[in-house]
């Protein structure tokens, strides 16, 4: 399996940082913040592609927190768009599982079906929990 590194200082060029966003694409803080400094993330996209970056809404445009089942559209758009890009590297980091108060739990099943996907990357902790192991 394919693991997203904990601290992700740098990037190659085919190598893109998912994060966890607000539909404002206010990147203030978190991984959203990384993103902004780091690897290309745009104020006001909220979701998307956006330099070595892909956003991933958790919360609304009022940034309140997002229920799962439209954190889940967002997600699905997302590995669409990975499957389209093979020939990029996607590290998906806990998106929700900070700032909008999700456990990974509440997030990790989103991406069962890529598990076996070449192109993408998870957190150990999402993997340990697609297979079935306590953490």
Not at 9 to 34: M, Q, R
Not at 76 to 103: N, Q, S, W
């Amino acid at each position: 399996m394919r693991i997203t590194p904990d601290n992700i200082e740098f990037l190659e060029p085919n190598e893109v940082f998912v994060f966890g966003s607000n539909e404002a694409g206010i990147h203030g803080a978190g991984a959203a913040k990384t993103a902004l400094d780091k690897f290309g993330a745009v104020l006001g996209q909220g979701f998307g592609p956006q330099g070595q970056s892909f956003a991933i809404p958790t919360k609304n445009w009022k940034v309140s927190t997002l229920s799962i089942i439209f954190i889940q559209q967002y997600v699905v758009r997302f590995l669409m768009y990975a499957d389209y890009h093979p020939e990029l590297k996607f590290y998906v980091t806990e998106i929700g599982c900070g700032l909008a108060g999700y456990e990974p739990e509440d997030i990790a099943w989103m991406f069962r079906e890529v598990m076996e996907d070449e192109n993408i990357y998870l957190p150990q902790r999402f993997i340990d929990i697609l297979n079935g192991k306590d953490i």
